[in-house]
Every structure is written in C-alpha cells, then in structure tokens.
C-alpha cells in the first residue's frame, strides 16, 4: 500500500548520550552561616549523561496539510566533584564543597520537556519534478519544569539549579524540508528549524533563541531497507534572566555528522537507528563551557 494512504503515524524515539562533560575554575567559599569567603583556586566538574524520549502524532489533513504533535521526557544523571589546583586546608576544602554543592550536585533529574505542536504545508514538484517541499509553523508548549534565577540564589549562598526542562513560555517553530531524488536510489534533502523564544516566564528568564541546518544524503537499498547520511550544525544563542542579564553559561555552536538506517518490518511499522557523532563546538559565553557527545537514536513508526 501506498503510504499515502495512510492518515496517522505514530512515533517513538529514543535516544543515549553519556559523558556531557564541563569545568570551570573557582575560588568561592562558603561558610556554614552561609557567607561568601576567598579559598585556593580550585576546579568544578560536572559530567551528565543524558536520556530522552519523545512520543509524536501526525495526521494527514490533505495532500497539502498536516498537522503533529510531540511531546519530550528527560532523564539527566548528574555528577559533580570538586579538585584543588592550589593546597588547601580540611576547613577550606569544606567551604569550597559546600559553594559547589550549591551550585551543582551528584544528582538525577527527570521530567517533561515543552511540547511542540506544528502544521505543515506540502508543496510537491517544486523546482524539480519529484521534489517535495514542507514548511512546519507553530509554537512550543510551555509543559518543562522551570527554575528561578541561579545567579540571584547562587550570590545568596542558596541551592539552586541550572538545568532547564523548558522555557516557560509560548515560542514560535518554524521548519523548513526539501528534498528531491537524483536517481533510483540517491536522494538529498535539507532541513532546517528555528525556535524564536520573544518573552521571559514568570520567573524572568528567556530562553535561548535556537537555529539548525541538516544537509543530508539519502540512499534505498531495497523496498525495505535505507539509510541516510548527513550534517547538522545547531545554533544556541544567549539566554538571559530579568534580573541577572545575560546568562554567561549561554552561546553555543555545534557541529555534528549523523548516520542513520532505517528498516521497514511491515508496510507500516518502521524500526530505525541512528549515531551521531560531535564534530566541532564554539562557545561563545564566558561561564561554564562543556563537550557535547556522541549519542545514539532507537526510532519506531507506525502508519494507520
């Protein structure tokens, strides 16, 4: 059957990354009434591996529209310690554990990430008989945990977190794909995606406006099987908090290649498996940089 056929497509992904590593140096301390003091430089470590799942519906309108919905859950396993570049007595090295375990600590995280709801547009023979062009519009849902400003409790001596499962507002998406095929076989597409966050939330942060590009090659092997090959280079640009400004820890880009196969089990259930591997990272922030990392995708799809 022709998938066009089909009017639904469920999906499930799945996917690993394990060793986020960043560092910064320090020479905070904090006593146990909580007041700031100067200790010996020392260095903060923190590495997270990274779990997340996503669960999308789309529905076929027409030819022309469609419509689809995502919804994201994490899981983050942090780990943090502590190593001096300079001696230390037992009294500072309590004072410097106790300022970094305000600010990160050997903890898991997990919760929903802000969903995404998004229209489509078809347009097919575009430039070239057999092209297909989609353009995606829409907005994501303000559904991920927040935190307050970290830098207002961290200049406090109190607890707080850094990591965000969203942005807590309402952002506007927009993705763009086009591909055609050159023979049989060979395909190439590009992708692109934007995320516009305009606001800050109620707790005064904005999030980081987000950009990305994908060229990517295409090859069927067989009415089964297939693969694709490609490039992605990600945007993050400042993040900035109503009281605090701009967030130091913000400004990111990335640089990966991906490699991905898919396998059809049915003429309407899909299994695919994907890798990614980092290849350049640019920071443009003047806080806590980290490595991204290689990660792994287990993808599932089912048309009805």
Do not use: C
Request: no cysteine; glycine share 10%.
């Amino acid at each position: 059957m022709d998938q066009s056929a089909f009017s639904w497509k469920v999906g499930t992904d799945f996917s690993i990354s394990n060793g986020i590593f960043g560092t910064h140096l320090s020479n905070n301390g904090l006593t146990s009434s909580f007041e700031n003091i100067e200790v010996p430089n020392h260095r903060h470590d923190v590495e997270m591996d990274l779990r997340r799942a996503s669960f999308s519906i789309m529905k076929s309108i027409n030819q022309e529209w469609d419509a689809a919905l995502m919804i994201p859950y994490f899981w983050k396993s942090q780990k943090a310690s502590i190593s001096f570049l300079e001696p230390a007595d037992p009294l500072q090295v309590e004072y410097a554990e106790r300022s970094g375990y305000i600010h990160h600590r050997t903890e898991n995280y997990d919760g929903f990430g802000d969903m995404e709801f998004m229209a489509g547009f078809k347009k097919r023979d575009l430039f070239k008989d057999g092209s297909i062009l989609r353009l995606g519009m829409g907005l994501a849902l303000p559904s991920g945990r927040t935190e307050s400003d970290p830098w207002v409790l961290g200049d406090s001596g109190r607890k707080h977190l850094h990591i965000q499962f969203g942005n807590g507002t309402v952002d506007p998406l927009l993705n763009l794909y086009y591909g055609f095929q050159i023979n049989d076989s060979i395909g190439l597409g590009l992708y692109a995606k934007a995320r516009l966050p305009l606001y800050h939330n109620n707790k005064g942060f904005r999030g980081a406006s987000e950009l990305a590009i994908s060229p990517i090659v295409n090859w069927t092997y067989n009415e089964k099987l297939s693969f694709s090959a490609g490039l992605s280079i990600e945007y993050y640009g400042y993040s900035d908090w109503l009281m605090s400004g701009r967030d130091p820890n913000s400004g990111f880009l990335h640089a990966s290649a991906a490699l991905n196969l898919s396998y059809a089990l049915s003429e309407s259930f899909d299994i695919g498996l994907g890798i990614t591997k980092p290849l350049h990272q640019s920071f443009y922030g003047e806080g806590e940089d980290f490595e991204i990392a290689p990660s792994a995708t287990l993808s599932l799809r089912r048309s009805f």
